[in-house]
């Protein structure tokens, strides 16, 4: 792969108090040569580094986030957007799409030998129709599209349909259509299984259901669902996007989900196999719980 030479740091400033640890990044990136660019908003926290700042610094070739699982959420969509690839350093518990930890940046010489790789990962394409015709709602999300219900008002009545007509109902708390990528995220709390991120497909699953059918199902790559909210008392059902509310949707009212054409790049320095990946993670989850 070639060397890179442009980088945009997006930092979080929740996880990085007073921006050390982005600053190291930084200075670190700067000495080997490259151009580094941070938000605006930022740039006077980088003072003396060579950071420029966002809008007056070369286009990037990648996008680098300094947080959790969430900063590389946020930061999916500018670097879909961008057609760039997106590599994260991981300051939260888990971060599964985070590739490297916070003392590991000596692994990011590997940006300017190109000796990484550049890996696809699905997103998803949504659309609503709350009654006034379908309209797609902005975004790809690259974790899951979740239907909840608030808690006074029971269960909720989640019809999903596939693009053949097959339905099935849920009557449950709510319903999580999540990506590979996705399935190490709210539904893996919710019972889901994990899936390898090189696949394209959807998995659908219950949460909470009254039900004694409470198992995944995992759909095709070309697989468009549709769930419409039936609940028994006419209330809303809120529809989120990898973690943040989009839509109300009101009783009879429907959201169709299914793969976009908008995948996201992703850099790897090492490609792991979901297994090594999940004991991995999973084994610094423990550690960082025991130290707490």
């Known amino acids: 792969m070639k060397a890179i030479k442009t980088i945009l740091l997006r930092p979080n400033a929740r996880k990085d108090d007073g921006f ?18 941070v938000p605006d908003a930022y740039l006077p926290a980088f003072a003396g580094i060579g950071v420029t700042s ?4 070369p286009a990037p070739e990648l996008i680098l986030t300094l947080g959790g ?17 997106l590599l994260g350093i991981n300051m939260g518990r888990l971060g599964f799409l985070a590739e490297l930890e916070t003392d590991q940046l000596g692994r990011l010489d590997a940006l300017f030998t190109g000796d990484y790789s550049v890996t696809s990962r699905m997103t998803l394409s949504v659309s609503a129709d709350a009654g006034e015709g379908e309209v797609e709602l902005p975004g ?10 608030d808690r006074e008002d029971g269960l909720a009545l989640l019809s999903l349909c596939d693009q053949d007509g097959n339905v099935i109902d849920y009557h449950a708390d709510g319903l999580i259509l999540a990506t590979p990528s996705g399935s190490t995220a709210y539904t893996l709390s919710a019972g889901g299984p994990i899936v390898d991120d090189a696949m394209d497909a959807i998995c659908v699953t219950p949460v909470c259901p009254h039900s004694f059918f409470n198992r995944s199902v995992i759909f095709g790559r070309d697989a468009v669902l549709t769930v419409e909210n039936r609940s028994p008392l006419g209330r ?39 297994l090594s990946t999940l004991n991995r993670k999973m084994q610094m989850a423990d550690m960082k719980y025991r130290n707490e």
């Open 236 to 274: 809303d059902v809120t529809v989120s996007l990898d973690g943040k509310e989009r839509l109300r949707l009101p009783f009879g009212g429907a959201v169709s989900v299914k793969r976009s054409d908008h995948p996201l790049k992703m850099l790897s320095l090492d490609r792991h196999a979901v």
């Open 54 to 57: 966002e809008s007056a610094g």
């Open 69 to 85: 699982d969430g900063t590389v959420l946020a930061a999916s969509e500018d670097a879909i957007a961008r057609d760039v690839p």
């Open 20 to 37: 050390a640890v982005s600053c190291e990044t930084a200075r670190y990136l700067v000495s080997r040569g490259a151009a580094v660019s």
């Open 140 to 149: 790809y999300p690259l974790n899951d599209v979740v239907f909840s219900h």
